[in-house]
């Protein structure tokens, strides 16, 4: 193999290299300017490059499954890294980043075995699972003139410890921090105003989080699957708590809602077993499937006066329930809305609140239940429930099918 391999213009054409395996050390001559696509692509016994100050653009794979390569040199000249230039450089442990750099492209460092990352004063965004998957990742500090961080950019950075995020930073995209399963604290700045989806879904060691109130919006599954999640501040204009929000977050011991909140989504804290009690806001008008399912510490929960609906198994497997206030304002329980609350005392209901397992009518639950879809009801929404008390109202009817006792 040749030890050093001098590159003409040949380094700004797409493919020139690709898959040659007799390279090794690379070193790209002053006066070349970018580059290109694909170039070093599968050259999987290179260990060395250096690159020239006269580069402005890595293409995009340039130096994709050079899984041998340990060290680069990038020039003070480079302005833009291509997607997936460095994908599945598994031996790159370090990569230091000039700061002429303001753009890095979808998967640039997908894979690689960096340890330590600088990020340049003179990014403003990070692009789309840029260092997803890099698993020896320990610490990452984004600078202040970062506004966004995308989509999956540090997902599944296993070892990553500690971030620090810019005072700038305004979106935190879908999946951003997912699967950090060693994170266990983070600061997030009053600058950001948005968290994705999946944001930091099974981040299983975190602990504590303080979302500031600038925040308006907070994606589904945000918090699913972590684990050790004791506390969170939520902010206090936010008007919903997504669907699976705080899905097995099974240390979750208190949070408080905001009076903000109109909707709480589908499984939004469910399985939350540490979860012992939760005040509803005032003006909540949704409650999804499933919401509180499993909260097995629950004993106590009231239903604000504007809920019409309680979905399917909402309160279903809290087993420690006890008393539960539904609201005059609850037209329709669903199925298995309280099953298997073996402790539930007297829940008071008007006798023309229809009890329905009719899964016609749940596919169309967002149509409010008219009566034209109440066919038929069942006995499992109320199953292992010992008492129940109807109050009676003027006219209406309601039906218990099936029920054992009542």
Known sequence: MAEDVFIADKADTDNSYSSCENLVNVIVP????????????????LKKVCIPDSVTSIGDCAFQDCDSLEQITLGCGITSIGAGAFLYCVSLKEVC???????????????????EIR?????????????E??????????????????????????????VTLGGRVSSIGEGAFGGCINLEELSIPESVTSMGNFVFEDCIGLKE??????????????????????TVRLPKDIVSIGNYT?????????????????????????????????????DLDMLGDRAFQGCTSLEEIVIPEGVDIIGVATFAGCINLRNVKIPESVSVIFESAFADCPNLNKPVLRDD???????????????????????YSSGETFIDVDNLEIKPTKGGFISFEDVDSL
Request: with cysteine.
């Open 30 to 45: 002053e006066g070349v300017t970018s580059i290109g696509a694909n170039a070093f692509d599968g050259c999987r016994n």
């Open 97 to 115: 980043i000039p700061d002429s750099v303001t753009f890095i492209g979808a998967n640039a460092f997908w894979f690689c075995g960096i340890e």
């Open 119 to 131: 990020i340049p004063e003179s990014f403003v965004s990070i692009g789309d699972q840029a260092f």
């Open 133 to 162: 998957c890099c698993k020896d990742l320990k610490e990452v500090r984004i600078p202040d003139n970062v506004i966004s961080i995308g989509d999956d950019a540090f997902r599944g950075c296993d070892n990553l410890e500690r």
């Open 209 to 230: 989080l303080f979302i500031p109130d600038s925040v308006t919006s907070i994606g589904d599954f945000a918090f699913k699957d972590c684990h050790d999640l004791e």
């Open 246 to 282: 705080f899905c097995n977050c099974k240390k979750l011991k208190g949070v408080i809602i905001p009076q903000s909140v109109k909707e709480i989504g589908f499984d939004a804290f469910k399985n939350c077993a540490n979860l012992r009690e939760i005040s509803l806001p005032k």
């Open 353 to 375: 609140v229809k009890i329905i397992a009719d899964k016609e009518s749940y596919f169309k639950r967002e149509a409010k239940a008219k009566s034209e879809l109440l066919e």
